[in-house]
C-alpha cells in the first residue's frame, strides 16, 4: 500500500525555530511500485485555519516543494500535510508534520549580548551566566533562543535544554551569528525557575580564532559573548520574554571547567564542581555572585539551518594496556573525532588524571603525538570529593584512536572509559560492500573519515592545530560526502559560510569560516585576505576557491535544490568572471602529489575552463541564457589558449603527470580525438612505469579512475584500486589504518613522515568512494543530463564489474527513496539485482549482454532502457570483455 513517509521542512524534522519566510517540503512515496501524477499540499496555522492549500498540482515531484500561502508569522507552529494521487487513481495522504517559525526579521529587542569577567586571553575558564524568575501563570509553551560568540551549553532549572556540541556552531562571525531554538516547556515548573548557560571559547576566540594571525592577534574577539530570549506563552494568551541583560547574573568564570579549548583541550576541577548557580535560589547559595556587563556585535542574528554537532555512536576500548609506569594506554579500535567519558565509582579527592590522545602509537609501542604540532590534546580532570564522577569534556573536541590515562585512582575495566564520537553527519545514506575485503575497508575508512572531519563544518583534520574548512579538500569531497551521508542542511551552511567568506575582490576563500585579526575586525574582508593570502589570492585559488561553485552545483545536482543555486547565482558568476580576467590566476596546486608536480598554470586554466562550464550549466538552469552565452564564447576562447599553450601541435600534453593526462580527459580539454587519444596513452604509460600506482594530488586523485574509466582502461582503474604495495588507496589499510590519510606516504614501512602536516584523518583522498557508487555499482545522478532528473527523479544504473572482484553491492537513500545495485561474476555470466524506488525512473545500461526479453515494468525507449520503479532479478547474463568503452 502506499504511504507518504519522511516528511521534512528545509530538510529538517519538524523543526524549531526557523526563520525561512517560504520554507520547503519534501515528502517520499514508499510501499508501492507506482508514480504519483498529482500532489496537495495543506499547511494551517496551530489553531487550524489553513495558511496554504495548493490544490491539486499535476506533478511527480516530491521534493524542494516551496510554499506559496499567507506570510508565515513570527513564533507560531505550523501543521502541514501532503496528499497525493497514482496513475491507478489511488489517493495516498501523509502523516502531520510541523514547523515552528522564529523571529522572521522581528529582531532581537527584548535582549543584549552580555558577558562575565572576561578573563586574560584564550584558553581561560568558561563563563557562567544566569537569570532567575517567575512562572505566575499556567503555561502553555516555553522556547528558549539562544546564540553566542563562543559555544554555550543552556541549562533551565540545572537540567541541559539539548544534548547538541558547540552551538551555535562556526560562522564567519562579522556577517552572520546563528542561533538555535530549543522547547524548554516540560522543564519549567510553577513558581522560581533559572535559565542558565555556560559559554566556552570555542572557534570564536579559542586558539583556532588567531592561528597564522600577526603578533598573535585574538581573532574576532578577547573573550566570549551570549545572547538569548525565553519566550513564554502563558495559557491565557499573554506572552513574556526574558531577554538577556544587566538583570543577569554571573559567577567568576568556572572554578570546575578551568579551561576550554579545540587545540588545548579542557581542564576540570570537580573539587568545585557548583551546580547551586543553574538553580532556583543561587544568589544566596552560590558563590562569587556578580553582575554581567552588555555590550554590542553588529553582526546578524539567523536561524541555523545546519546541522549540529552530536554523538553518533560510543566506542569501549577493544583493549586497556597497564604500562610498567602505571599509566594505561587505551585503543578505541578505530580512529574517530571525539571525547572520552570517564567513570569513577569511589571517593578519590585531589586525584589528577590526566588523559592525552592520538592517532597512532610508535615503533616502541608508546603513543605518538608528532602530528599535533602546539596542539596539546589533553584532558585534565582533578576529582571530586565524592563517589561515582562521570565526566566528558564539553567544549573540546579530539582526533584520536589511542589515549594514554595517568593517575587513574582505580582498576581500569571497559566500563570505566568510553569514547564519545561526535559529528554533524545526517542519516547514512549510502551503502557499499563486495567481495576484496580490503576495498570494504577502504570504504569503511571513508565513512570514518568524513564523520570525523565533519564538525559543523567540511574541516581537514581533527587532531591538529588547524581543523580548518579547506575549501578545496571540501569540494574534491563533495559528492562521495552526499553519497555517504545525509547533508543537505550541512553543505546548505557551510556554502554560506563560503560566501560571507569571500575576499573584497569577489573571490571565494581557500578556508570558511576565514579567521579575521583583531586589527582586521574594522577592515573585516580586506584584513582576512591580507592574512590569509595564498598564490593568486586576488582571483582566489583554483581548486579551492571552486568550492563556491562546485559545491552549490553539487547540492543542486544530488537534492534537486535550485534555490542555492540562485542564492550563489551572482557570487558565482562573479568569481568566474573574476578568474577569466586575472592574467595568471594562482592554485595551491596538485597539493601532496608524490614527485610528479603539475604545473600551477596548468591546473588553474584547466580549472577555470571547468568552473565556466559549470556556471554556463547553472545559468542555463536559471534561465539566464544571457549569461550561459557569454560564458560560453569565453570559456571556447579560453579552451583555445589552453590547448595552445599546454597540447604541442601534434597533440601531445606538455605536462608529462597523471594528473595533467587525467584532467585533460575528464574536463574535455584535447583539442581533437587523436589527442585524447595521446592523453589516455600518456596516463597508462605513466601508471604501468610506475608498477599500477598513482602519483596525483589531492586534484588529481578524483578525476584518476574516472580517466580511465571514460577511455576504455577499466581493466587498469580497477587493478589500480586494488593495488595494495605503496603508495595507493589500499597500502594504508594494509597497515591498519581506520581512516584515511592526508598524505600517501603518511606511514611508510613502519616511520611517519616527518611533517607535522600528517593527519591520519583526512578525507580528500576518499573521493574515491564516489567511483565505487557510481561505476562499481551504477548508481548515477543525471541531473548534469536534464534538469528534470535533479534529485535523483530519474538516474542512471549502469555497474561496470571488473578486477578481482566477484560481487558488489551499492545501495543509495535517494530523496525518492532507496536505490539498490548488487551483481555477482560466475564465470563469464554475471547476475544482476536491482531496486528502482516509487515514484522515480531508472536508465538501465546492463553490464553484460542485453537479454531478448525484458520483464515488465522494462520497457525500450529509442536507444534507452527504461525501469519503472521495483525489483528486477537477471541470472546468468553473458559477460563483455571488462576494457569495453564506458557506455553512453
Avoid at 207 to 235: H, K, Q
Wanted: hydrophobic share 40%; net charge neutral.
Amino acid at each position: 500500500m502506499p504511504v507518504l513517509a519522511d516528511l521534512t521542512t528545509e530538510y529538517q524534522i519538524d523543526p524549531l525555530g526557523m526563520d525561512e519566510p517560504w520554507p520547503r517540503f519534501a515528502y517520499r512515496l514508499t510501499g508501492s511500485r507506482t508514480m504519483q501524477t498529482e500532489r496537495r499540499m495543506v499547511v494551517k496555522e496551530d489553531g487550524g485555519r489553513a495558511v496554504w492549500d495548493s490544490g491539486w498540482v499535476r506533478t511527480g515531484e516530491s521534493i524542494q516543494i516551496a510554499y506559496a500561502g499567507e506570510p508565515l508569522k513570527p513564533f507560531t507552529r505550523y501543521t502541514w500535510r501532503a496528499e497525493a494521487r497514482t496513475e491507478e487513481g489511488r489517493a495516498v495522504a501523509g502523516g502531520a508534520a510541523s514547523f515552528e517559525t522564529g523571529f522572521l526579521g522581528a529582531g532581537w529587542s527584548a535582549s543584549r549580548w552580555i558577558h562575565g569577567p572576561a578573563g586574560q586571553g584564550n584558553y581561560h575558564p568558561a563563563a557562567r551566566l544566569a537569570r532567575e524568575f517567575t512562572v505566575a501563570k499556567p503555561l502553555a509553551r516555553a522556547r528558549l533562543y539562544a546564540t553566542a560568540l563562543g559555544v554555550y551549553t543552556p541549562f533551565v532549572n540545572g537540567r541541559p535544554a539539548t544534548g547538541d556540541r558547540f552551538a551555535p556552531g562556526w560562522t564567519q562571525y562579522e556577517e552572520r551569528v546563528q542561533y538555535q531554538a530549543y522547547d524548554v516547556t516540560a522543564l519549567l515548573a510553577p513558581g522560581t525557575n533559572v535559565v542558565a548557560t555556560l559559554v566556552g571559547d570555542g572557534w570564536f576566540c579559542g586558539t583556532i580564532s588567531y592561528v597564522g594571525m600577526p603578533d598573535n592577534e585574538c581573532g574576532w574577539g578577547r573573550y566570549p559573548l551570549f545572547r538569548a530570549e525565553l519566550r513564554l506563552d502563558y495559557a491565557d494568551g499573554t506572552t513574556e520574554t526574558i531577554g538577556t541583560d544587566k538583570t543577569w547574573s554571573s559567577f567568576y568564570l568556572d572554578p570546575a571547567l578551568l579551561n576550554n579549548d579545540f587545540y588545548l583541550g579542557e581542564e576540570y576541577d570537580a573539587m568545585f564542581d557548583d551546580t547551586a548557580w543553574k538553580l532556583p535560589g543561587f544568589k544566596t547559595r552560590a558563590s562569587s555572585v556578580g553582575g554581567v556587563r552588555e555590550t554590542d556585535w553588529p553582526a546578524p542574528i539567523v536561524w541555523n539551518a545546519g546541522a549540529p554537532v552530536r554523538v553518533i555512536r560510543e566506542l569501549r576500548p577493544v583493549s586497556i594496556t597497564r604500562r610498567p609506569s602505571g599509566t594505561y594506554l587505551l585503543d578505541f579500535g578505530e580512529n574517530v573525532a571525539g571525547v572520552e567519558r570517564l567513570t569513577l565509582m569511589g571517593a578519590h579527592p585531589g586525584a589528577v588524571i590526566v588523559v592525552r590522545h592520538g592517532e597512532a602509537l610508535d615503533a616502541d609501542g608508546n603513543l605518538w603525538r608528532g602530528n599535533l604540532a602546539f596542539a596539546k590534546a589533553m584532558t585534565i580532570l582533578t576529582c571530586g570529593r565524592g563517589p561515582g564522577l562521570v565526566y566528558a569534556p564539553s567544549f573540546t573536541c579530539y582526533g584520536f584512536r589511542f589515549a594514554e590515562v595517568s593517575g587513574w585512582p582505580e582498576e581500569m575495566t571497559p566500563d570505566s572509559v568510553v569514547a564519545l564520537v561526535l559529528s554533524s553527519v545526517g542519516t547514512r545514506t549510502g551503502r557499499f560492500a563486495c567481495s576484496n575485503e580490503l576495498v570494504n575497508r577502504l570504504y569503511e575508512n571513508v565513512i570514518r573519515s568524513q564523520e570525523g572531519n565533519f564538525i559543523d563544518v567540511p574541516t581537514d583534520c581533527p587532531q591538529r592545530c588547524e581543523r580548518f574548512g579547506w575549501t578545496g579538500d571540501a569540494q574534491v569531497f563533495a559528492e562521495t560526502a552526499m553519497m555517504n551521508f545525509a547533508v543537505p542542511a550541512f553543505f546548505t551552511k557551510w556554502i554560506a559560510d563560503v560566501d560571507a567568506a569571500r575576499a573584497p575582490s569577489g573571490a571565494f576563500p581557500v578556508v570558511a569560516p576565514n579567521p579575521p585579526s583583531e586589527t582586521g575586525m574594522k577592515t573585516k574582508a580586506s584584513r582576512r585576505a591580507e592574512v590569509r593570502a595564498r598564490p593568486g589570492s586576488g582571483s582566489g585559488s583554483a581548486g579551492w576557491s571552486d568550492a563556491g561553485v562546485v559545491c552549490p552545483w553539487m547540492v543542486y545536482r544530488k537534492y534537486g535544490d535550485v534555490r542555492i543555486l540562485e542564492r550563489e547565482f551572482d557570487a558565482i558568476v562573479g568569481y568566474v568572471d573574476l578568474q577569466d580576467a586575472a592574467e595568471k590566476p594562482g592554485t595551491i596546486g596538485d597539493h601532496l602529489n608524490l614527485d610528479a608536480p603539475t604545473v600551477g598554470s596548468f591546473i588553474a586554466q584547466a580549472l577555470r575552463i571547468e568552473m565556466m562550464r559549470l556556471a554556463g550549466q547553472i545559468a542555463a538552469r536559471l534561465g539566464r541564457e544571457d549569461v550561459r552565452a557569454r560564458l560560453a564564447a569565453r570559456r571556447a576562447s579560453r579552451l583555445d589558449g589552453f590547448r595552445a599553450a599546454f597540447f604541442t601541435p601534434d597533440g601531445e600534453l606538455t605536462e608529462r603527470t597523471q594528473t595533467a593526462a587525467a584532467m585533460a580527459i575528464v574536463y574535455d580539454l584535447a583539442p581533437d580525438a587523436a589527442a585524447r587519444e595521446r592523453a589516455r596513452r600518456l596516463l597508462v604509460a605513466d601508471i604501468e612505469n610506475r608498477g599500477t600506482h598513482l602519483s596525483t594530488g589531492f586534484l588529481g586523485t578524483p578525476v584518476l579512475l574516472r580517466a580511465l574509466t571514460e577511455t576504455g582502461e577499466l581493466g587498469l582503474a580497477y587493478r589500480l584500486l586494488e593495488q595494495t604495495g605503496y603508495p595507493s588507496w589500499l597500502y594504508p589499510v594494509t597497515q591498519g589504518a581506520t581512516s584515511i590519510w592526508e598524505r600517501w606516504n603518511a606511514v611508510v614501512e613502519g616511520k611517519f613522515h616527518e611533517s607535522w602536516m600528517n593527519s591520519l584523518n583526512h578525507y580528500a583522498y576518499g573521493s574515491v568512494a564516489a567511483w565505487f557508487y557510481d561505476t562499481i555499482g551504477g548508481i548515477r545522478d543525471l541531473a548534469e543530463e536534464d534538469p528534470a532528473c535533479r534529485g535523483w527523479k530519474r538516474f542512471r544504473l549502469a555497474p561496470r564489474p571488473g578486477g578481482t572482484l566477484t560481487h558488489a553491492e551499492a545501495s543509495f537513500l535517494s530523496p525518492y527513496g532507496t536505490i539498490e545495485s548488487a551483481w555477482q561474476r560466475r564465470g563469464g555470466t554475471v547476475d544482476w539485482r536491482f531496486t528502482v524506488p516509487c515514484n522515480t525512473t531508472a536508465e538501465i545500461v546492463f553490464p553484460a549482454a542485453v537479454p531478448p526479453v525484458l520483464p515488465e515494468g522494462i520497457t525500450r525507449d529509442g536507444g534507452r532502457i527504461l525501469a519503472r520503479p521495483g525489483t528486477y532479478v537477471f541470472t546468468g547474463l553473458a559477460l563483455e570483455c571488462e576494457s569495453r568503452p564506458e557506455r553512453p
